[in-house]
């Protein structure tokens, strides 16, 4: 790691004074490349974290980072922050906590007689390869890891860096699953509501790579923004070009709010798209989710989209976890 030079036990001036009172806090880093970004080192007590509920195809998780500097305006994660004494909207995007221990406990964790080799998903809190990872680098090590341990795993990203571990990944002796994010097909529209997310293009051609790896490559057509990307012409679109980059299944999934998250979003929405707030606010009048006639019709609307680009088997919701000796036939997630 470029860092690995500095000391770890100086904490930065100025670092936040909730932060320092988060247990393994070591120090907290701004650098030029980063601008306006301030990363924050700690040395994790865990790595895995249990997933409740059993409604998952997976039943652990890891999240090398809190906080994603892909600054999505919807998403879903913003809220964790607020339990470091941070804010939930320019926070999560630049206060970064690091863990920059993470591969090593992991390792310790897996090495425990009582784990049972559960699948372990990464990426579905925040982005496991956003900017932060090219310099810290955990990914390798937490892939070395699972692997080594004989774990099954998944990886979900919008990080075009995934390519750097391609080669790792395809040479594993377990299951593994990976699935790229990608819902806004116009770049001007995913600059202002996603600005920290690399091109659509990018995004394409990671999914090629990661087919020209060996690997299946779902993707996650999430979120479709009701009036701003669910015309049937747009769905067409963006449906047919994944097809050609050769994803093996599609989740499409409309936009959902929940409390922390809707004011941030909507707050984009009132500068971007006024005209549309009172539409949404009626949409969304009672609860995180679109109201049901709409998805309703979303799905019929998106079904045939599904069966023409070759993505209309029948729902097989672990499609992102996957034998990589076997990708299957192109399959929808829908
Ligand atoms: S890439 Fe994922 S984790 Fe990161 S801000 Fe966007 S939705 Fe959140």
Not at 91 to 117: G, H, M, Y
Not at 145 to 164: D, E, M, Q, V, Y
Request: aromatic residues 8%; contains cysteine; positive net charge.
């Amino acid at each position: 790691m470029r860092w690995a030079g500095q000391r770890i036990d100086a904490e930065m001036a100025g670092a936040l004074p909730g932060l320092q009172s988060i247990a393994g806090l070591v120090r907290s880093v701004t650098t030029p490349e980063f601008r306006g970004v301030t990363f924050h080192e700690v040395l994790a007590r865990s790595a895995l974290n249990s997933v409740p509920g059993g409604g998952l195809p997976f039943g652990w998780t890891v999240n090398p980072y809190r906080g994603c500097s892909h600054a999505c305006r919807y998403c879903f994660a913003r809220p964790t922050h607020t339990y470091l004494e941070l804010d939930q909207g320019l926070d999560f995007d630049r206060q970064i906590v690091v863990k920059t221990n993470v591969a090593e406990v992991l390792r310790r964790e897996l090495a425990r007689p009582s784990w049972a080799r559960e699948q372990v998903a990464l990426g579905t809190n925040t982005d496991p390869y956003q900017r932060a990872e090219g310099r810290y680098q955990l990914m390798p090590g937490i892939i070395a890891a699972l692997a080594g341990s004989g774990t099954p795993f998944s990886i979900l990203t919008k990080g075009t860096l995934l390519r750097r571990d391609l080669e790792q990944l395809s040479a594993v002796d377990v299951p593994v699953g990976i699935a790229v994010s990608l819902a806004l097909g116009d770049d001007e529209l995913r600059r202002r509501l996603e600005p920290g997310v690399p091109s659509v293009r990018g995004r394409l051609e990671l999914i090629r790579a990661v087919r020209a790896a060996g690997l299946p490559c779902g993707v996650m057509v999430a979120p479709i923004l009701p009036w701003l990307t669910d015309s049937a012409d747009q769905l067409d679109q963006l449906l047919g070009e994944l097809a050609a980059a050769g994803a093996t299944g599609v989740t499409p999934l409309v936009l959902h709010l929940r409390p922390g998250v809707r004011e941030w979003f909507m707050a984009w929405l009132a500068a971007d798209h006024p005209e549309l707030v009172a539409r949404y606010e009626s949409l969304y009048a009672h609860g995180a989710y679109a109201a049901p006639s709409f998805r309703k019709a979303f799905e019929q609307k998106v079904r045939p989209l599904l069966t023409k680009h070759g993505f209309a088997r029948p729902a097989y919701h672990r499609a992102v976890v996957r034998e990589k000796q076997a990708p299957p036939a192109q399959e929808a997630l829908f």
